[in-house]
């Protein structure tokens, strides 16, 4: 139990964390942010389209053995040349083999070109996760007071729920 609350208070601290950040901007995308290439440099980050494409491109049918998986989160795959095209990498979790799956996409060629597996691999908490552990954290009687008196502080107004957004990455 300790350690399911342990968790909980990591996944919603980093919400809190973000969501305050969130609320203290003004809402405006930074300069550099507005002017978005339409096709990106080799070093630039993911656009979004990029990463729905990638994680679409990773979990296909034809990718996946049945069996309960999610796909955690894409990144851009910094392991390149400057002369090779646009690369993804997507971590799955296959919770049936409790195993972490991390597969490289080529964004140019739409396939996956490369994967690999670890067993007893701490993989990052999924949005499903991280909102389980949200409401398990606000429904102690102790630590759940303590978070709602914080995000009050924090965001001068009460928490009714848990949060549902999370920091983009």
Same mark, same amino acid.
């Given at each position: 139990?300790?350690?399911?609350?342990?968790?909980?208070?990591?996944?919603?601290?980093?919400?809190?964390?973000?969501g305050?950040?969130? $609320?203290?901007? =003004?809402?405006?995308?930074?300069?550099a942010?507005?002017?978005?290439?339409? #096709?990106?440099?080799?070093?630039?980050?993911? #656009?979004?389209?990029? %990463?729905?494409?990638?994680?679409? %491109?990773?979990?296909?049918?034809?990718?996946l *053995?049945?069996?309960?998986?999610?796909?955690?989160?894409?990144?851009?795959?910094?392991?390149?040349?400057?002369?090779?095209?646009?690369?993804?990498?997507?971590y %799955?979790?296959?919770?049936?083999?409790?195993t972490l %799956?991390?597969?490289?996409?080529?964004l140019g060629? =739409?396939?996956?070109i490369?994967? #690999?597996?670890?067993?007893?691999?701490?993989?990052p908490?999924? *949005?499903?996760?991280? $909102?389980?552990?949200?409401?398990?954290?606000?429904?102690?009687? *102790?630590?759940?007071?303590g978070?709602?008196?914080?995000?009050?502080k924090?965001a001068?107004?009460?928490?009714?729920?848990?949060? #549902?957004?999370?920091?983009?990455?």
């Amino acid at each position: 139990m300790r350690r399911r609350l342990v968790i909980a208070a990591a996944g919603l601290g980093a919400v809190l964390v973000s969501g305050t950040l969130l $609320l203290a901007t =003004s809402g405006e995308a930074p300069q550099a942010a507005q002017g978005v290439r339409e #096709t990106p440099s080799q070093g630039d980050p993911l #656009t979004p389209e990029e %990463i729905a494409r990638a994680g679409e %491109i990773a979990t296909a049918k034809n990718h996946l *053995k049945s069996g309960q998986t999610e796909l955690l989160y894409v990144e851009r795959d910094d392991d390149k040349d400057a002369e090779q095209a646009r690369r993804a990498e997507a971590y %799955i979790y296959d919770y049936s083999t409790d195993t972490l %799956i991390v597969r490289t996409v080529d964004l140019g060629s =739409s396939k996956v070109i490369e994967e #690999t597996k670890g067993r007893g691999v701490q993989p990052p908490p999924s *949005k499903r996760e991280e $909102l389980r552990a949200a409401e398990l954290l606000l429904a102690d009687p *102790k630590l759940g007071a303590g978070v709602r008196q914080s995000f009050r502080k924090a965001a001068g107004r009460e928490l009714a729920s848990p949060p #549902t957004w999370r920091c983009a990455g």
